[in-house]
């Protein structure tokens, strides 16, 4: 599966952004689906996750309640709706896809997942 993801830029602190990334598969809803982040000369972090049903997801403890993870079936499509955002948010941020149809917990380790999209820059200016 090809991830393609979009919707970084340059935003103020206590801005809003929301990301996109969209697969290229027949078989999205057989895929759980993350986000994560990184920094120069920092290892990715994990961001956000959501099960391949969406029933489940979950979050980096310093995005808990300012980021939501959702998905859209129909549009082969997660999103990552960012609020709050904060200089420490600035990354590229990258859209992680894994074929686990039975899975009902979200994978949060970059170990979990197999595929990956180009990454889109978000930098939140003070």
């Known amino acids: 599966v090809q991830l393609q993801a979009s919707g970084g830029g340059l935003v103020q602190s206590g801005d809003s952004l929301r990301l996109s990334c969209t697969a290229s598969?027949?078989?999205?809803?057989?895929?759980?689906l993350a986000w994560f982040r990184q920094t120069p000369g920092k290892e990715r972090e994990f961001v956000a996750a959501?099960?391949?049903?969406?029933?489940?997801?979950g979050y980096a403890d310093s995005v808990n309640g300012r980021f939501a993870i959702s998905r859209d079936n129909a549009k082969n499509t997660v999103y990552l709706q960012m609020g709050s955002l904060k200089p420490e948010d600035t990354a590229v941020y990258y859209c992680?896809?894994?074929?686990?149809?039975?899975?009902?917990?979200?994978?949060?380790?970059?170990?979990?997942?197999?595929?990956w999209g180009q990454g889109t820059l978000v930098t939140v200016s003070s």
């Open positions: 992680a896809a894994s074929y686990r149809p039975g899975t009902n917990w979200y994978l949060a380790e970059v170990s979990d997942y197999r595929e």
């Open positions: 959501i099960t391949a049903r969406g029933r489940n997801t």
């Open positions: 598969t027949r078989t999205f809803t057989s895929y759980a």
